[in-house]
């Protein structure tokens, strides 16, 4: 519970430690609890605060500088020794695996390597050049440094495939996650309701440049489908424990920098926590010199856009063949692109960097991949915003 906190940081600390004692406990939400039960989960509590107080107390006496502070609350964790927490109560039961999480969980079931050495299997220059350009073309490696962005090249083991192969089985364990180079695949996704023998129906297809398997390392989840092979295809995989210790990293990374950025975007408000954690993991930056024309009215479009820093001017054609005309201006916070990404439409405008910008990027393949239909969020807003 309190590596759960920590993760979690909830504003009001006593009831999230009850709700989180109930859920530990097999009782849900609206379950009734005996009195026993009671009693015995307000002593986890006690005690569960008690400890709360203590690691607050270690990490108010060993405050470091600012710049610093990030090192002493890791240095803090380490010292809440598991052989000091008393054995889970009689009734707990194992809720299961996690369909979503804000941020990977470690204890002695999965372990963060402090000094991780990916394993190396060796390349020829040619294949790592095409590794590193079908791996160019995923969000999931698009944060990692040059040096991160070779290991990981290295630590990818080449697989092939036969025709009518399944690589992965929805619902299983998942250990590895695979990137095509060559090859068609195919995503099966069935219903908890289906009783039907197969696969399920078929939701996706994956060509080269394609990643898939990653949900399950990402988010400490259970495989979310089924994927097989159509022809002959040759993948490179990556295991576990090289991506949670570098391309995790760096994800979580990404995603605290802009998880508050984004609360204060108007269309993405109502989102829940969890579909905002994954929002911050599916999206890129891009940064355009002053006077790139970034957008064109009519064009085809699939990326939103949220300006981070510096303006943008927006210049619109009313009629075909009139000369644009100057609308509107964009700042930091802004955002633009929605209705193309919404509803597969033709640019309504042309935007045009008038400083410098830094842009944070979101394409329509990328949510849909993490979040599914862009209409089930985004147009939890569309009544406000445009009306």
């Known amino acids: ?26 009782q849900g939400p609206t379950g009734e609890v005996t009195a026993q039960e009671y009693d015995a989960l307000k002593k986890d509590l006690v005690f569960w605060e008690g400890k709360l107080k203590e690691i607050e107390a270690k990490a108010g006496a060993s405050a470091e500088p600012e710049e610093d502070a990030e090192e002493s609350e890791e240095e803090d964790d380490d010292d ?54 079908v791996l160019s073309g995923s969000f999931l490696f698009s944060t990692l440094e040059e040096k991160d962005t070779l290991t990981v090249v290295m630590a990818m083991q080449e697989t092939k495939a036969d025709a009518d192969k399944t690589l992965i089985n929805q619902g299983e364990e998942g250990d590895f996650l695979y990137v095509i180079e060559e090859g068609k695949l195919e995503c099966f996704k069935k219903d908890k309701n289906d009783k039907e023998e197969g696969l399920g129906k078929m939701v996706k297809e994956c060509g080269p440049g394609d990643a898939f398997g990653e949900l399950a390392l990402m988010y400490n989840a259970p495989r979310a489908a089924s994927v097989k092979s159509t022809v002959a295809s ?24 802009y998880c508050e950025f984004l609360k204060g975007i108007a269309i993405l408000q109502t989102m829940e926590e969890g579909e905002r954690d994954k929002v911050g993991d599916a999206l890129t930056s891009e940064t355009h010199a002053s006077g790139t024309e970034i957008v064109r009215q009519g064009d085809p479009g699939d990326k939103f856009y949220i300006l981070e820093d510096g303006e943008c001017i927006v210049k619109k054609s009313y009629i075909e063949g009139q000369v644009p005309q100057d609308v509107m201006s964009y700042k930091r916070g802004d955002y633009f692109g929605e209705l193309a990404l919404l509803h597969n439409e033709p640019r309504a405008a042309t935007v045009i960097a008038k400083t410098e910008v830094k842009l944070v990027v979101l394409t329509r393949a990328n949510f849909r991949r993490l979040l ?3 209409e089930d969020v985004l147009k939890r807003n569309i009544g406000t915003l445009y009306t």
């Open 80 to 133: 809440v020794d598991d052989a000091d927490l008393p054995p889970p109560p009689a009734n707990y039961k194992n809720a299961g695996p996690r369909q979503s999480v804000s941020a990977a969980a470690y204890g002695q079931f999965n372990v963060m390597q402090t000094e991780f050495k990916a394993p190396v299997y060796e390349k020829s220059p040619e294949q790592i050049d095409r590794i590193k350009k």
């Open 1 to 26: 519970m309190v590596t759960s906190v920590l993760l979690e940081r909830p504003p009001d600390l006593v009831p999230y430690m009850i709700r989180w004692l109930t859920e530990q406990s097999g």
């Open 234 to 257: 040759l993948m490179w995989k990556l295991d576990r424990e090289t991506f949670t210790n570098i391309v995790l990293t760096a994800t979580t990374k990404k995603r605290e920098k």
């Open 372 to 374: 599914g239909p862009l």
